[in-house]
Structure formats: C-alpha cells, structure tokens
C-alpha cells in the first residue's frame, strides 16, 4: 500500500525498541521520537486527522483534544494501564473506543512495589546517601535499623492484577495479607489475602501498598486523616500518584507518625513536592513501575495490536469502558 492510502497513526512518544515498525507495513505513521512529551500546542496540531494515536500518560485527550482530531479519529490507545489523562466520557460521546495496556505490566509493577517495600522499610535510601556524601560512618548495633518483615501485617489498597501479585510476593516474606477493595474476592483455599473495610485495614497495616487506580472516588482517599489512621510508625508505598495525598504524606514522616514512605509517581509529574524531597524517610523513584525492557515491549507491542485491531476493523483488545 503506498502511503498516502495507509490510515495516519500519531505516534507521541519514542517507544521501546522494534514496536512502532509494526506499524509501518499498513500505516502512516507520524511520531513524535523523543523522550519528553511533544507538549501540547505540538499535539494539539499532530494529532489533527489522525485515525488512531498512541498516548502516554503525559498527554491529556479531552474534548479539545478530540476537536483538534477531528472525526477522523477511530482509537485512542494509551501506552499505560492507567488512564487519568482521558476524559473517557468526552470519548464515549464521540464513539472513540480507548484502550489501555493491562496484565504485561503486572509482574514488572509489583516486583517495584516490592523493591520500595524493602528500600523503605531497610532505610537503603538514606544508607546510600550517607555513603556516598562521604560523611564518616561505623557499624553499630543501633545503626540505621529498620523494619523486620516476617510476621508483619501488610495491606493492600486496591486489589486488582498488581494488587494480587504484590499479595503473592509477600507470601515469599511471611507476611500476613489483608486488603480492601470494592468488591472481596472469593476466598482462597487455606486462607490467602483477607478483605477488610478500609478503616479496619488501615488500622491493622504496619505496611500498606497503594495499587488501586487513581478515579475521582480514590484521589486522595489517603488524606491526613486517613494517614493518621495507621498504626505508630507505619510505612506506605505509593504505586499511583494522587491516591495518597503528598503533602500530607510529607507531614505524617515529619511527624515521625510514619516511619518510612516510597513513591513511584507523583501527582503533578515531574515535579516533585519539596515537602516530600526533605523527608530522609521517603524512597523516591520517578515513575518506574513498568520500567523494564521485556514490559515496556508488551506495552507497545498491545497499544500496537489495540490499533491494528481497530483499524483492520474489529474491536480493541483491551478497551477501557467510560467509568
Ligand atoms: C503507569 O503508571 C501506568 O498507568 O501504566
């Protein structure tokens, strides 16, 4: 097919390696290879005429978005599981599907979710930083101690695909699950995860993991009330920004309330708050979750498929309704 028949594809952002060449034997693709956004005057005016886009989290698809499209547009497929940058109504209005990237980055999320567990709660942040500022130091029976896991209770908030494989990591730490979720799950067999309402996990939770979706009913559900809820020196790890309030994050270590704090990405990326970068106690990692080689591939490789799925056609793959 010469390209000026092939459907044109925006492409925003540079994707892993041999993921957007898919694309090319049966459409014109534009894209936009860099590794910061295009910024949105530039969307604005790439996205016009488009049949299909793929989206990172950084681009915001709203009705003025969907206007500069135009109605040419036929899937918006977000390079993300998340998707807080669509307004999924405006879409549904206009009868664009949307589709997101769920189940292949699952493994790679929870695996962080556990690395800032143990950062946090072993003080390897603030170990680090002291080695390598070259300030003097020495074993000591009382230096840097942190958190044993064995025995602890750990909570879950949100207990979805990540949520579950954070639940099935920790059987590997002897730590007693609980989580709170809308809906319970059926009980395992000989026990596993059991469901709590949020304010009895809260305050049971030495260490509770934050993995539900960020939706207007969960932006800051973890407010300094409900911080102040968790046991004398409890540790939280954040997996999705705007879940948990930062600044009152920020406060509670502070305060010495929580004893230790990691978060994976931030509500207003990239910045960080300064309240959070003054707390020795909080692991801060910028937005790693699914950074790895094999993830971010399944990641491409389905916003790829949702395209081609749409465009030959069919339905998307993994289409994400209108909440
Ligand atoms: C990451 O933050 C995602 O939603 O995929």
């Not at 958190?147 to 879950?156: H, K, R, V």
């Amino acid at each position: 097919m010469s390209d000026h028949r092939k459907p044109p594809v925006l492409v925003t952002r540079r994707l892993a390696p041999g993921v957007v060449e898919r694309l090319a034997p049966s459409c014109a693709v534009t894209q936009h290879d860099e590794e910061l956004p295009m910024g949105r005057a530039g969307l604005l005016k790439a996205v016009h005429g488009r049949a299909a886009v793929i989206t990172t989290l950084d681009d915001v698809v709203d009705d003025e978005f969907l206007d500069a499209a135009g109605p040419a547009l036929r899937i918006v497929a977000n390079h993300a599981v998340g998707t807080h940058n669509i307004d999924l109504a405006a879409c549904a209005r206009r009868g664009v599907p949307v589709s997101n990237t769920p189940g292949v980055l699952t493994a790679a999320t929870a695996d962080m979710a556990w690395a800032l567990l143990l950062a946090a709660t072993r003080r390897l942040g603030e170990g680090e930083r002291l080695l390598r500022s070259g300030r003097s130091w020495a074993w000591a029976p009382t230096f840097l101690l942190g958190m044993e896991l064995a025995g602890t209770p750990l909570g879950i908030l949100g207990m979805g695909r990540i949520g579950r494989a954070v639940a099935r990591r920790a059987a590997a730490f002897d730590m007693p699950v609980g989580y709170h979720n809308r809906t319970p799950l059926p009980a395992e067999p000989g026990g596993g995860p059991h469901w709590l309402p949020l304010d009895e996990l809260l305050a049971k939770s030495m260490v509770l993991v934050v993995t539900c979706p960020l939706t207007a009913a969960t932006r800051h559900l973890l407010n300094a009330d409900r911080l102040a809820q968790l046991p004398p020196g409890a540790v939280v790890v954040s997996m999705t920004a705007g879940v948990v309030d930062e600044l009152a994050l920020a406060a509670a270590l502070g305060s010495g309330a929580l004893s230790a704090a990691a978060v994976d990405n931030f509500e207003h990326e990239p910045a960080v708050p300064p309240e959070l970068l003054a707390q020795d106690r909080a692991v801060l990692a910028p937005h790693l979750g699914s950074a790895t080689v094999r993830t971010r591939q399944a990641m491409g490789g389905l916003a790829v498929d949702n395209v081609l799925a749409v465009l030959a056609g069919g339905a998307p793959l993994t289409p994400v309704a209108a909440r």
